[in-house]
Every structure is written in structure tokens, then in C-alpha cells.
């Protein structure tokens, strides 16, 4: 079955970049949309961005445009979330996500529109 696998987060100060990542094992990807939620405390599950096998991306209205950027690997089953200008608010558990829906799909849906997700990675934005 599908699993996916964060890496990447952990500790930066303020105005800092951060790149995650998530491989894909135990299904067939290139019907699949790949992205990123993410979680802080006491918060709701909100979408980051995803993108689908041909890079087509959406990317959530909260998030100021080009602060994150989605990026793509086929070749290796992997998704990227690039980070930067992080900030104490962007402190959250990041979740790869994975399913049939499209990225413009799981902005609106928001995590019911996920059928995979990793277990996330904690990114802690702090001096």
C-alpha cells in the first residue's frame, strides 16, 4: 500500500529557508497528486500546496504567494515543499499528503480530499 515518508524539518531562526521532503513507495504515483498540510498546535489541518504528476500546482490563499514553493521528482516518487522566509507562525507539523483529488481540489476540500499521508515532520521556527 502507499506510504510516504517526511524529512527535512527541524529547527531554523526566523527569515530562514527549510526544504522538505517525501518519498512514495507501495503504489503507482503518476495518477497522483502530491503536496503538503500542515498542522500547528491547537489548529486545524490547513493545505500548504500540492502538485500533480505533469506540475500542475495550487497552493493555499493564506500563505503570501512565493514564500513556498511545491516541487516535483518522478523519477524518484518525491515531492518538495522549499520554505522561506519562515516565521514563528509557520511553526506546524508538516504533513506529506498523496491522492486522486487535484491540487485545486484539496484547497477547497481541504484533509477529507487526502486518501495517503506521511506522519509528518515537525518544523520549529525560532531564534
Known amino acids: 500500500q502507499v506510504r510516504l515518508a517526511e524529512s527535512g524539518g527541524g529547527l531554523v531562526q526566523p527569515g530562514g529557508s527549510l526544504r522538505l521532503s517525501c518519498i512514495g513507495s507501495?503504489?503507482?504515483?503518476?495518477?497522483?497528486?502530491m503536496g503538503w498540510f500542515r498542522q500547528a498546535p491547537e489548529k486545524e489541518r490547513e493545505f500548504v500546496g500540492a502538485?500533480?504528476?505533469?506540475?500542475?500546482?495550487?497552493y493555499s490563499a493564506d500563505i503570501p504567494k512565493g514564500r513556498f514553493t511545491v516541487s516535483r521528482d518522478n523519477a524518484k516518487n518525491t515531492v518538495y515543499l522549499q520554505m522561506n522566509s519562515l516565521q514563528p507562525e509557520d511553526t506546524a507539523v508538516y504533513f506529506c499528503?498523496?491522492?486522486?483529488?487535484?491540487?485545486?481540489?484539496?484547497?477547497?476540500?481541504?484533509?477529507?480530499?487526502?486518501?495517503?499521508w506521511g506522519k509528518g515532520t515537525l518544523v520549529t521556527v525560532s531564534s
Open positions: 507501495g503504489g503507482t504515483f503518476n495518477t497522483l497528486t
Open positions: 499528503a498523496a491522492g486522486v483529488l487535484t491540487p485545486s481540489s484539496w484547497s477547497y476540500r481541504g484533509p477529507e480530499g487526502v486518501d495517503y
Open positions: 502538485i500533480t504528476y505533469s506540475t500542475r500546482s495550487a
